[in-house]
């Protein structure tokens, strides 16, 4: 919530600043992807001054359960599930991974905005997606250990 709102008053503090495209019909896209840049630096800047504060559980130690079914594992995996299992990867995986895959940024970007060098942006993408086909084998054991 703190992130949000410290992102919305960016917003509205610098909307003087934000280039409008003549082209009436780009304007939605254009201020859309102004704010959702400054909620990204924004949650940014929060999560390295805040980095020291958050633990770092191994994902190896949290237990995950699923009702059992006939059905393939991936029919099952809805979108709660699957991001209930990225918001348990540490936070410096979690920060690489949602940055590379949900917003679609490189791996220099990444680099630069938390401040860590690029080989580490993608070894902690590597390990964060390594701990979540992990953590999917845990919650459907019944159906991989078919396929072993």
Excluded at 16 to 31: C, G, N, Q, R, V
Excluded at 32 to 42: D, E, F, G, L
Excluded at 68 to 94: C, F, M, T, W
């Amino acid at each position: 919530m703190e992130v949000v709102q410290d992102g919305f008053l960016k917003v509205f503090r610098h909307l003087d600043d934000f280039a409008a495209p003549e082209d009436i019909e780009s304007l939605y896209p254009a201020f859309r992807s102004w704010v959702k840049k400054i909620m990204i630096y924004t949650a940014i800047d929060y999560y390295r001054s805040h980095k020291r504060d958050q633990e770092t559980d191994d994902i190896d130690h949290k237990s995950y359960r699923l009702a059992s079914s006939n059905h393939h594992p991936l029919d099952k995996l809805a979108y709660e599930e699957l991001i209930r299992l990225v918001q348990q990867l540490s936070p410096g995986y979690q920060a690489v991974f949602n940055l590379f895959v949900i917003d679609g940024f490189t791996h220099e970007e990444i680099a630069e905005a938390l401040g860590i060098s690029v080989g580490t942006s993608k070894s902690n993408l590597s390990k964060a997606r390594e701990n979540l086909r992990n953590a999917l084998k845990k919650t459907h054991r019944t159906y991989y250990t078919k396929y072993e």
